[in-house]
């Protein structure tokens, strides 16, 4: 009994955190996990009634890290392109735990998973910041630049394409200012006319 206490949930949290880094949660056990503490599974399986409940632990930290990645960017004067890019680079640098926060099954719309994202807010202040936009104006402005910068993320987190740090960022500004003109665009009789068109 005294081996078993001396394992810490922290310190099991802790060692399957390293394993999804490394390897991804699909390599996620109380083996691998017990492998990693140099201990029987024994201690695991005391301190957490299942794996699933591990793995919540384990996705909560993940969450975490993301938020970290994107909090690098809020005070900086160009905040939601820094926010673009810094989720760009978790997918570069931390690809098990970028896949680990976006590609869990959730059935939403693009509109309300983006909204349960816990920074939202600081999103939404960031492109108020440079637009002058009201919230569902930046919510839809938001769902475009996200599946853009979504895709490239995604592409490098599964090893798809590689892109440099210079072509992110023309990327992330050219989307920018593409969109931007397009909602001036939507003021006028052309796009009225191009919408209400049935060719």
């Not at 009634?49 to 990645?69: D, G, H, R």
């Not at 160009?78 to 970028?98: T, V």
């Not at 072509?167 to 931007?180: Q, R, S, V």
């Amino acid at each position: 009994m005294a081996g078993i206490a001396k394992t810490t949930k922290e310190d099991i949290i802790k060692a399957a955190y390293e394993i999804v880094r490394k390897n991804g949660i699909g390599s996620l056990n109380a083996r691998a996990i017990a492998k990693e503490l140099k201990c029987s599974t024994q201690p695991i399986m005391y301190q957490f009634s299942s794996m699933e409940e591990i793995k919540k632990e384990v996705l909560k930290k993940a969450v975490e890290t993301y938020k970290n990645y994107m909090s690098n960017g809020i005070n900086e004067e160009f905040a939601y392109k820094s926010m673009g890019y810094n989720y760009i680079r978790l997918a570069k640098e931390e690809p098990n735990i970028f896949k680990l926060v976006f590609s869990t099954k959730t059935n939403l719309t693009v509109e309300n998973f983006m909204l349960e994202d816990r920074l939202y807010e600081e999103i939404e202040k960031a492109i108020s910041k440079r637009t002058k936009m009201d919230k569902d104006a930046i919510l839809s402005f938001h769902k475009k630049m996200w599946l853009l910068t979504h895709g490239i993320a995604s592409l490098i987190a599964d090893k798809t394409c590689s892109f440099t740090d210079e072509e992110i960022g023309m990327f992330l500004t050219e989307e920018f200012i593409a969109l931007m003109k397009l909602e001036e665009f939507k003021k006028t009789d052309k796009w009225k006319e191009i919408v209400s068109s049935k060719n």
